[in-house]
């Protein structure tokens, strides 16, 4: 029994190949053409997961960054007649 299952499944598999190229149509038209014959006429399948755009995303605006105030050093010097030791600004 398990070769007539082996046999059957080659020759289907044989008969079905052997009706696809007997269907074919002689001409190579599009499928959408309305000529009327013998062949099988399906619209192309096209096998894609969909792709969606995306809604555009706002972000908040990024924090304004303001430096600390930078201390210079002032070395010590005569302004006019006065003596000024060294101190930072």
């Given at each position: 029994m398990v070769?007539?299952?082996?046999?059957?499944?080659?020759?289907?598999?044989?008969?079905?190949?052997g009706l696809a190229v007997v269907a074919l149509p002689g001409k190579a038209e599009a499928w959408w053409c309305?000529?009327?014959?013998?062949?099988?006429?399906l619209p192309p399948v096209v096998v894609a997961p969909p792709v969606y755009a995306r809604p555009p995303v706002y972000?908040?605006?990024?924090?304004?960054?303001?430096?600390?105030p930078q201390h210079v050093w002032v070395p010590p010097h005569w302004q006019g007649s006065v003596w000024v030791p060294g101190h930072w600004a």
């Open positions: 070769r007539y299952r082996r046999l059957a499944a080659v020759l289907s598999i044989a008969g079905l190949a309305c000529r009327v014959g013998i062949g099988i006429a972000y908040p605006p990024p924090p304004v960054y303001y430096p600390p």
